[in-house]
């Protein structure tokens, strides 16, 4: 049988409530001062080295925009979680980032896992930003994926009619790692070199988990090219080109951005001479910002990192969805992945400070001059630049 309740019983119960109740509404309002976004990127595997390295970037610019105020007084806050680089895992990744982080945009790389998670994001409507992958098709997507990173098109293009038209190559051969990256690039070389009036007498391809490059590269050698086009995974490429020089294949070769790594020299050796990488990101003369940021990770890790185009994409991937953030919170939005994507098309053009200015085309497309660098007595040097 219920008991009657007394007046001061009743008022305890009612100061319990109001208490709750404020609890309640102090932990909405602390979690309202820390804005997320995810990070999904490959920490272990194959890919790390290069993962880590950017991770460290975007994990830098998170701590100096927080440290000048964050966005509007509220911090930015950074999820990162481990893809491997690979579809299945990264699926596994934005699924957490999504429906348990309910992050509004998340950043990732690499081709296949971008492709991917692709559906997640037009169907969950929260905003995809590709920063790094260069398979064409990732301007295809989708509503809500977009690039901030040139894709293949653009310094894969670049690399070919320079080829053609100031090396003076006519004769090429093209090998290309046997999945999302190296497919699409691979065939954006062989059209523009073929469009310019040269001829691609090899075209070959090899399985990313391959060790021995003999049967292929005999081929090459048969072929006899002038010049030879390399689209492969910092795993792989070295080791092309080390069994390459080792059965007699002088030629001098090209790679995109991802051939920008010291894991390249080091690991090809003296076979990396003359080598001809791509960066999408301008250099230390080319931006003021750049050569601070150098120092930094020479201090930090002696080193400079792996891949560091990408990691100046990365360090900007912060400020750039601080941008997208600032324009939520300004128009008292909710923070939303469909509101995140109508600040990234009515922004549209954002000043950042490692890859200057930032144009989101409306075929979700972004341009960047490229820059043509080489391998001289172990050093990447400048070589040109292609606008």
């Known amino acids: 049988m219920s008991q009657p309740v007394t007046r001061r019983a009743w008022l305890r119960g009612l100061a319990v409530a ?66 491997q680089a690979d579809p299945t895992v990264g699926i596994n990744a ?72 100031t090396l003076k190559h006519k004769r090429v051969a093209i090998l290309y790692v046997n999945n999302d990256t190296g497919v699409e690039a691979a065939k954006v070389y062989r059209s523009v070199f073929e469009k310019a009036g040269g001829q691609v007498v090899a075209y070959e391809t090899y399985d990313p988990k391959a060790t021995d490059f003999t049967g292929m590269l005999l081929k090459v050698r048969t072929s006899n090219p002038d010049f030879i086009h390399l689209h492969g995974l910092i795993a792989d490429m070295p080791i092309v080109i080390a069994q390459m020089r080792q059965l007699g294949i002088t030629q001098r070769v090209s790679t995109y951005a991802g051939g920008y790594n010291p894991q390249m020299v080091e690991k090809a050796g003296k076979g990396a001479e003359g080598l001809i990488v791509t960066s999408l990101a301008p250099n230390e003369k080319q931006n003021p910002n750049v050569g601070p940021y150098l ?23 912060a400020y750039l969805v601080a941008a997208l953030y600032e324009y939520v919170e300004k128009n008292q939005l909710p923070a939303t992945g469909e509101n995140m994507r109508k600040a990234l098309l009515a922004v549209k053009t954002f000043e950042l400070p490692m890859t200057g200015r930032l144009v989101v085309n409306d075929d979700h497309t972004v341009r960047k001059p490229v820059n043509l660098l080489t391998v001289q007595n172990g050093q990447f040097v400048p070589l040109a630049t292609v606008e």
Request: aromatic residues 8%; charged residues 20%.
């Open 295 to 317: 120092e930094r990770w020479k201090k930090a890790e002696n080193r400079i990192p792996n891949g560091l185009p990408y990691t100046q994409y990365l360090y900007d991937a």
């Open 18 to 83: 109001a208490a709750i109740a404020a609890i309640g509404t102090a932990g909405t309002a602390a979690a309202q001062q820390t804005l997320k976004f995810g990070l999904a990127m490959p920490l272990t595997g194959s890919q790390s080295a290069f993962g880590k390295d950017q991770i460290k970037a975007t994990e830098w610019a998170v701590a100096e925009i927080n440290a000048k105020g964050g966005v509007n007084g509220k911090k930015l806050e950074v999820i990162v979680l481990d893809t």
């Open 94 to 165: 934005v699924n957490r980032l999504v429906n348990v982080d309910k992050v509004p945009v998340f950043v990732t790389a690499w081709s296949a896992v971008v492709k991917a998670v692709a559906p997640i994001a037009n169907r969950e409507k929260v905003l995809e930003l590709s920063i790094g992958a260069n398979a064409p098709e990732i301007s295809k997507l989708g509503d809500y994926v977009y690039t901030s990173f040139p894709l293949a098109d653009i310094d894969v293009t670049a690399l070919a009619n320079y080829t053609y038209g």
